[in-house]
Every structure is written in C-alpha cells, then in structure tokens.
C-alpha cells in the first residue's frame, strides 16, 4: 500500500490533489474499485474515466472531469510499469549458486551470481553469465551459452550450440534449438538433411511458454535484440528475424524467411519458407503469407494480399449473395430484351 | 473379462439375452468383433449394428436386428464410461506421499493422501490438497494452490500465484500462469507491462497437453467449472471462460476475452482480444473471431460471420467460375443489344 | 577440415579438379564462401552457381560455368546428408547405462547399450532396446516399450501403454500419449470418456519438439513407419496415419481421421474427424479438411476443395472488386435499353 504522494514521487509524476489518499491496487479504468489507481493510455479511456470510481489516475494532462487525485506524467507507460512493479506480488528471490540436485557437465562456467535450479542438467563446454536464472527442470545442451540477467523458466530445454543474449527472458516449457523439418527423398523415402547449424537468441529477447525454435541447417536462426514472442510460436530453421518484433501466439514462420526491424505478426499467421517480410511491416490474424511483402505495408488473408483490398474483398464476400441476385435479375432482364428486339426484326 | 450378467449388473442394465457370455473387449460398432461388446450412442450407428458381429450391445431400447446380448440402459454414454473404466488397463495407483528427490520449499502444506512424484518441486508457501497427484517433473510455483482429487501431469509447470481447483486434470508439458504478451512502447521499444495478476482454473477443469494458460495482468485469468480443453490451446491474460466450454485443440483466445457458460469453439479457432462470446455460442473449426457474438448462435469463418450465411457464402465462393462466365456473357450480350440499338437510330 | 579429395572419397563421388583444396564448410549456393563446398540439389540453383565463390560443389552432372572443384555423384541429396555428417560439430555421445538420478520401477527391462538420463522417470514394466538414448528429464510411463536407436530428447513425456518403434526421434517437450478429448454429456455436464487404448510409433518415425500424440478411446492411434512429422502438430485419438507422410508444423488432425502412405500436409492445416486422406494426397498450408480427399489429389483452401479450382478461386476473389463494377456497368447500360425500349413502344 502506498500513498499518492509516496507514488507520485516513486514514479515521477506531479501530484494534483490530495497526497495522503491510501492505493491498494492498480487496475484498467472498467474495473477499477474506490481504494484503487488507474491510467489513462488512450484517449478511448477517457470517457469512461469520469464515470470511474479509483481514488488516482495516472495520465499526462489533466482530466476536468475525474473526481480523484491525478497523477500528472509524460509517458503513463512508462509510469505504469513502474507502479505495477511496486504492486506487483512479493515472490522470494532465486538464490545464487547450483542447487544440489542439478547436474553438470565439465568445462562448464556459470557466474558465482547465477542461479541454477533443481533438477537442472547442464551439459559440458556451456557458460552461464552474470545473474542469470535457470529454473527447475531446465536443460541445457553442450556448447550452449547464456548470457548475463537472462531468465531461463523451467523445464525449457536448449539443445547444443545455441547463444542465447543478456536480458533474455524464455518462458517454460519453450524448445531451443530443435532439429528443423529437413528432409531429402533418398531411396524413396525421407531422409532427414543434418542440421549443423545453430540458433542465436539476442539481447532482450522474450520468448513465451510452449515456443519452438529450431537450429539452422548451416549458419544460425536468428533472433533479434529486443523482439518479443508470444505462446506456441513455431521459428523453423535459418529464419532470421530483426530487432524489435512483436510475433503474437501460435504463428508459424517456416524455413529460411526474413523479417525486418519492428514487424508485427498478429495470431495464428503462416508465413511459407523463403520469404522477405520488410521493415515495420504490420500482418494480419490467420494471414497466409505466401511472398515477399513490402516494408512499411499492412497484409491480411490467406493467400495474404494488402491489408485495405482485402478488407474491401471480405466486404464484397459478404456482399456475394446480393451479386448472385442481381447477375440472375440482369439476366432475365437481357433475355427479355433480346427477345423484344428480335421481335422487331 | 466379464459376462455379460456381470456388466449387466455393474453398469446397472437390464439383461435381454444370455447372461454367461464371455465379454473381453469393448468396441466401435464398426471394428468390434465376436468377444466384444459395442455400443449405440446415436442412432446412425443402429443400421451398422445388424452386420455388427459383436456378442453384446450397450443401447437404449433393444435392436430388433440385433442377434447378441443387448444390455438396455437409460443413458447409454453414461453406461458406456462405466465399461470402459471396467476394461481399462490396470495400472498401479501413483503411492501416497513425497518422493525423496521431490524438492520442497518452506511454509508448504501437502495432504497425506497426496502424491508428489520424482524430480518435482515445490516453491515456498504451496497447498496441495487430499489424493491429489502431481506427476514425475511438474513445477509448482511459489503460493499456488491445488485442490483435493486433482492430477497435475508430468513436466507441467504451474507459476506462482495460481490457484488450481479440485478435481481438475492438467495434462503433460502444459504452462499454467507464464506472464501474458503485454508489452507497452517505452522510448521506442517493447518493454513487458508486469502481469502482477493470478490465474484461478475451478472445479472440474480438463486441460489437455503442450496448452498455455497466461496468467493476468490485473486480477485474475480464470477458466470457468466443468470447463474442457484440448491440446495445444493458448489461453491469454484476463480471459475469462465461464462454466463447462468445449475448446477444441490449437485454439488461441486474445487478451481479456471472455466466453460464456456451455461455449463450444472447434479447432484452430482463433478469438481477438476484448471480445464477448455469449453462452451456447458455437464457432466452427479455423474461424477468426473479430467481433462479439450473441449467445446461442453460430458462427463461422475468419472474419466469423453467422454460421449459415457463412456456409451459403462458400458455395458462391464455388460458383465464382461460373459467375465470372455469366458476367463476361452479359457483357457481351448487352454489347449486341446496344449496337443494335445504335443501328437503328 | 577435409580436402576435395578427401571428401570425394567419403561421399563416394567423382572427383573433377583438383583434390588439394581445403573445405571448412559446406553450404548452400547463395551463402557458400571461398573456403566452403556448395551442392546443387534443384536445377533452379545452377543459374547461380556460375556466381557462386565456394571452393567445390557436389553435383549430379558436371556444370561448365563453375570454377571450382567438381564432385559428381549421382544422388545429391545422398551425398549432401553424408557430407553434413562429416562437418557437423563434434558432440559428446551420451554414456551407456543408467544416471544415478533416473528413477526406475519395477520389472524394468533396459538394454545394456541404452542411455538414460539424468531425472529420467520410468514406471513399472517398461521396456528400453539397444542403444537408446533418453535425455535428461524424459518420463516413461507403465508398460511403454521403447526400440532400438530410438532418440527420445529432453523432458518428453511418454504415457503409459504406448509403444515407440526403433530408429524414432522424438524431440523435446513432445508428448505422447495423453488423454484425447473425447466427452459425452451425462446429466448436462461433460464427462471424460475413458481412453483405453494406446499409442503405436511405428519405426524410423520422426516427430518434432513440443508435439501431442493422443491415446485411443479404444485399439491404438498408429503413425506409420518412415512417417516425420514438425514441430507443435496435434495428433488425436484414433487418428490412423501412412508410411512416409510428412507433416508440417501446426498441424492438427481430429479424432479417427485417417491418412494414407506417402501424404504431405503443409502447415497449419487442419482435419476434421472421421475423414480419409487417400495415398499421396497433398494438402496446402491453413487448408481446413472437411471431407475425403482422393489418393492422388491436390487440396487447398478452408474449407478445402481441389487445388487448381481453389487457385482459381483465389484468384476470381482478388477480382471481386472488378466484377462489382462490371456488374453496376451492367445495371445501368440494361436500365438504359429498357428506357430506349419503353420509349419505342
């Protein structure tokens, strides 16, 4: 529990009105309770805030028309990341050093700062860095190297060979370095291509639970530095993605696409093998790209094409039954006329 | 083995047919064979059943063209899990207690009658209540809660701050409470919004493997009583499901959506984020949700619309050869007709 | 580090220029640098060759514009999967035998030549072949039997009653086994079927990390020998699959579909339950499988229907906005002759 004045100062903003109002909780504008601070991080939420019961708004101009105590900063993001982090639940911290029960290989590094949990395996020639966590049930392959304040969850398994950055997030359950889908028909029958590549994670990647990202069949997959990955995604072998992505759960990019710098992959999209998607380039929910995409452009649909024609094209879809009767009523009405003119003749 | 006197009695049927025959297996009608007995659990499968060589049939009015044992009951599924539980294989029960290399952190309250398998661990201040199992390698995070009667199954990991019901089922390799995908633009880059939320799954929730259960990042994500989900389904932060839903394999569910009570979504279904689905509501396998759906109605289709206009959609989408023929021959047609009109004036 | 000779022997090909060059790396056409051997498996890559800078190329017949070393052999692919074994890092092998943190039942069968990791679980009466290796944190469940040379990597999860072929690869964090979704409604709540039967792997069998392969209600789910299957693909119940199909990531399957020998399923794709996909059919990406598909054959699009119809389609659907305005052309120019027409009568 804080006061508005304690979290004003705590998180920068200019306090405007009384500082001595108790918050016993953060939440969104829609269910936000009498003890409780919101935020406004788009103006669609203001409307609502006048009609919203929390004791403080965190928002970056004055509202006339919220009754409560106003937290005045330039960027409500950024502010409220910091009072989520003071609500947030107290958990006891990872302790440093190799849980008893983990087992490693030799020529092994890990920082005297890392935490290695139970039941860990770790396998010869991996390092770990500086405060990095690796959690229960996490394996790590030979060669493997993990960089300083990453945070490894449990039962996540990193094969061999693979470089995974500082400020690395990896939620459990998630596979690094996997075999990819690689086969030659040798004799009739599929053969798998050996995969003698690796897999190269950059600094400040977030990769969710249940995640799969395979290793290259020469070189490196690659992720990178700062993109962010939801739940169930698939990354087949030697894609390369750029810096600052957003890819939403259960996407599927295939063998040796590229992504720019801040694209941004909606759910459930398929992305076929071989294909360039530009810089900012915006995809759709359950597109299926099938080509090179532009930077700086939108697409949707499967096959996926520019974002408004298909927009337009789902409307006359739906239009499709009013089309059907006016081709039935057209011709009709030509028939007739046909039939007059050769009356005429 | 059981006669059919014996099952008869066990299931609580009545006999109609000789008692003593011996019944080793239980079978589709399409594949039982002569020492089987099968069962009619729609009445499609009544003209399959006269060429059905099984010896005994689980049904609610007697086949009149049925030559084996028919044991007639009210409620044939309900009779039907009861043999299979009779016929299925025995397996030693999981032993009360903890195993020795179970790792167990401070302030835990584990029932007697619980069981904790190899290789788990279990944070600070966990409950796990009577006769629940959790399985070889699961994960429990610190403050969870699990009910009475339920089974965790191995390698699942469970976060911190999550409360599991009774009677529930967690099957292998799934993530319960992994941080949501929120992220806000700070200074020109994604930075993760803390999810300082829980995850509750109540009573008598089935989830299947390899699923993602974010948890919220505000209150709670929660996964209504009676409720059942395949594999692979990705359940986002602050979703709410109400009360015994059918969600079908690698469906995927966007941030605070929520679904009403007795909601069935087919597979790969994918549902935006801030959506209502209303009780009753039906969404047909691959749909794309986009929008809210009034309960007790169909959809189908990505955009979804209604069912049956969806269903009348595709078979224009079918005719759109035959559309694009009319079409050049209407043109072609009033072509004629206007030069001739042209001719005579 | 290997000379052109050197390799040319091991692969077994035809040595054509000089046999003193030193190869440090293979790769492919558009990346292979001045110290590293290309290959050209699809004539699509010849045109490039000529530009291409790598040190050697293995072929199947000798290319004119290419400078460097020649090794012809007659099945690329072959000679390709050989050469990538000769170049791919050098690995530890997993020791024989048993860790000393592997929990093991009773009346456990387990090849002397077998490995079994660390944390390793495996239940009463399961059975190990020759020379198998289970990594750290697998978990085997009662009456499983597992072949010879059969990989099964980090953290899977094998139920009980399941049977994995020889020659198998099962990736991390894969799950075999589990309860399909399989409910009746008893009394207006869904209730588990049991599932009583089992899971069949048939041998040479390949399957991708962070996969489920569900149990049969009744008999055995079976995926064929030679049959390889990507990462995140749901398997249900009773699903029947061929010898040799592959089957691209994201992939779902419905309970009791079957597919025949040789079928390619591209990704995403989903199937409905109770269909049959004939020998060698292919289905494109995101395609929805509502019904049959006849061996031999082509299919694309949700729902899916033949191919080349369906590429038609698309393309006819890209034009919807041109046949919009043709048919309001249409309306008009008919509204005028009618006019003319009145006026003349």
Request: hydrophobic share 45%; aromatic share 4%.
């Amino acid at each position: 529990m804080f006061t508005t004045a304690q979290l004003a100062e705590k998180i920068g903003a200019r306090l405007d009105g009384d500082g001595s109002v108790e918050i016993k909780a953060v939440s969104p504008v829609a269910s936000a309770s009498a003890t409780g601070i919101t935020f406004v991080t788009d103006d669609k939420h203001l409307a609502d805030l006048s009609k919203c019961e929390a004791a403080a708004v965190i928002i970056d101009k004055p509202a006339e028309d919220f009754g409560g105590v106003q937290l005045i900063v330039s960027d409500v993001n950024a502010a409220l990341i910091k009072t989520l982090k003071l609500f947030a639940p107290k958990l006891s911290v990872p302790a440093a050093g190799i849980h008893p029960s983990a087992v490693i290989g030799r020529d092994v590094q890990i920082a005297k700062s890392a935490s290695i949990g139970a039941n860990v395996t770790i396998a010869d020639n991996v390092r770990v860095g500086e405060n990095s966590v690796l959690a229960a049930g996490v394996q790590v392959g030979q060669n493997s190297t993990i960089g300083n304040d990453t945070r490894i969850d449990s039962n996540v398994v990193i094969y061999h060979n693979c470089s995974i950055g500082s400020g690395v997030i990896i939620q459990a359950n998630t596979t690094i370095g996997s075999t990819g889908f690689g086969y030659a028909q040798v004799d009739g029958r599929p053969v798998l291509i050996p995969h003698i590549g690796g897999v190269i994670i950059e600094d400040y990647v977030e990769i969710g639970a249940n995640c799969c990202v395979d290793r290259a069949k020469f070189a490196n997959t690659i992720i990178g530095a700062g993109t962010k990955i939801d739940n169930l995604v698939q990354i087949a072998h030697n894609v390369i993605i750029g810096r600052c992505c957003l890819i939403v759960s259960q996407v599927g990019i295939s063998g040796s696409s590229r992504l720019g710098d801040g694209v941004i992959i909606a759910g459930q999209v398929g992305i076929v093998d071989n294909v360039n998607i530009g810089d900012g380039v915006v995809v759709g929910g359950q597109a299926g790209v099938t080509k090179d995409i532009p930077a700086g452009t939108k697409a949707l649909g499967s096959p996926a094409i520019d974002y408004a024609e298909k927009v337009r094209q789902f409307a006359l879809m739906n239009r499709l039954p009013e089309t059907a009767r006016q081709i039935k009523e057209l011709i009709k009405k030509v028939k007739a006329l046909e039939a007059a003119a050769d009356d005429k003749k």
